[in-house]
């Protein structure tokens, strides 16, 4: 079954056909680098890197592009507040960014492009735009001329006439159209600023991500994508700029993911429930922050609260501890693969539904709600007198698959124990043989101290450690 993807350029899921067989070019836009980044800026982090990790389970090379916006009014606002140089400001939150998003388990993206280092290919890509004619040059300013783009609009499905009802020229604008946007700003008195054919300035927000597209992915890639405040006016613009230079299309799917709310209500610092990533790092297991993100569907709006969150952690809790179990009987169990046939047809078919669910527009909540049958199916296999490694091993590497799309690590060295834990479980076992209960009392609190949770049960006895308890 092919991928499915919802394109908000055609408001429909399409099958995923990449320009290349083996490989999918992908653009994600990243932070404006001035501030720690919020809970709604981890969001997309999460949610693209879950899609690049499925695309490569599938067997794409994935290159991965998200960038930085490293120079910016707001960023030269906070230098000035802080008394520091821009460079050194979109440094240390650039920095902040990575940790915040490694912490969450984002992996490293193929490239991290800045906008102070891709200088030139912007100031090449205005001169095409300009000797094209589809924009213009005031007073060291350069705009876009949204209306010399035949399909401006396509995207967020709007006019230009219902686009130009809610534009307005401000007083001392330079602008020939309400609808023309900047692409390069001419710098004010003392600002960081770079030379130009037109001025000293910097660029504008907009044709950033158009050239840092077109240097390390080339003039088409196959997937754009980015939070759903972004389809307008930065992504529209985008699509303008981009195809009015090379006249080729600039991304073949579009994907933006909804909001989060906080308790039920948008966030906003004016509500005081603004909330930055790093302080619920502080607070939450990165992991199940991550697993909390995706237990909704990426393009569905999902509210963020301290309850919805602790029920993630006891889901996860219960998956990780189906998965210890699993490797503390995989020391016992027998290799009997001819025994096994209707476990392992279980597991397929619920591999199966795994890559159902996310063959369709990449569904994480459908996703994870196979995981949980697999860790229920697991949880019955377990409570069997005798069970096979192969049944074992397929068990743990189903779990271990959906964990990995979903960029939750399970550290094998936590599931195992070490020697003299193991020491003590086996001298359990002889005392309680040799009803000497009192000593199997004491080797059960000298192993709860080692935050260990011994479970006895006719099929023996099972553990888990505490910080996994449900």
């Known amino acids: ?28 836009c990243g932070p404006t680098v001035y501030n720690y ?34 120079v910016d009014d707001k960023i030269i606002n906070a230098a000035n507040e802080l008394n520091e140089p821009v460079p050194d400001v979109a440094n240390r939150f650039i920095d902040a960014y990575l940790a915040d998003v490694g912490s969450l388990g984002v992996k490293k993206a193929t490239y991290n492009p800045r906008v102070t280092e891709t200088m030139d290919d912007i100031i090449h890509f205005i001169s ?40 307005r020229i401000q007083v001392g604008d330079k602008k020939e159209d309400p609808l023309d946007f900047a692409l390069w700003k001419r710098a004010k008195d003392d600002e960081i600023a770079w030379d130009s054919p037109w001025s000293q300035g910097r660029p504008g927000w907009h044709i950033e991500c158009s050239a840092m597209a077109k240097k390390y992915l080339g003039e088409t890639i196959d997937i754009h994508a980015g939070g759903q405040d972004l389809t307008f006016p930065h992504h529209e613009n985008e699509i303008a700029q981009s195809e009015a230079m090379t006249e080729k299309t600039f991304a073949n799917y579009w994907m933006h993911n909804g909001y989060i709310n906080i308790d039920n209500e948008k966030m906003s610092k004016s509500l005081g429930n603004f909330v930055l990533t790093k302080d619920i790092i502080a607070q939450h297991d990165p992991q199940v922050i991550r697993f909390f993100m995706l237990s909704v569907h990426y393009r569905n709006p999902i509210n963020f609260t301290e309850e919805l969150l602790k029920g993630a952690k006891n889901s ?70 005798q069970t096979t490694s192969n049944v074992i091993r397929a068990f743990q590497e189903s779990i271990k698959n959906v964990l990995g799309v979903l960029g939750i690590q399970i550290d094998i060295e936590q599931t195992l124990l070490d020697d003299d834990v193991e020491a003590l479980l086996e001298e359990r076992v002889e005392a309680r043989k040799n009803r000497d209960y009192r000593r199997a009392d004491d080797i059960r609190d000298t192993l709860k101290q080692k935050n260990i949770i011994l479970e006895d049960t006719p099929q023996g006895t099972r553990w888990k450690r505490a910080d996994h308890e449900s």
């Not at 499915?4 to 653009?27: G, Q």
């Not at 695309?55 to 090379?61: A, R, V």
Request: net charge negative; glycine share 4%; proline share 2%.
């Open 37 to 70: 980044i919020h809970i709604g800026n981890a969001r997309p982090a999460i949610v693209f890197d879950t899609v690049r990790r499925y695309l490569e389970y599938k067997g794409y090379d994935v290159d991965y592009v998200l960038n930085f916006t490293d």
């Open 128 to 167: 095409n735009l300009i000797s094209k004619g589809y924009a213009y040059e005031v007073d060291g300013d350069v705009y876009f001329k949204p209306r010399s783009f035949e399909d401006y609009g396509k995207l967020s499905h709007q006019s230009i006439d219902e686009l130009r009802s809610g534009a």
């Open 316 to 385: 996860l809790d219960r998956v990780k501890n189906a998965y210890t179990n699993l490797e503390h009987r995989s020391r016992s169990s027998m290799d009997l693969s001819g025994k096994s046939d209707m476990w392992l047809e279980k597991i397929s078919h619920l591999n199966t539904q795994f890559e159902t669910a996310m063959d369709d527009d990449f569904n994480t909540a459908n996703a994870i709600s196979v995981l949980f049958e697999l860790t229920k199916e697991a949880n019955v296999y377990l409570e069997q007198k």
């Open 1 to 28: 079954m092919a991928i499915m993807i919802y394109n908000s350029l055609t408001h429909d899921k399409e099958p995923f056909k990449p320009m290349d067989a083996e490989k999918v070019r992908m653009y994600v």
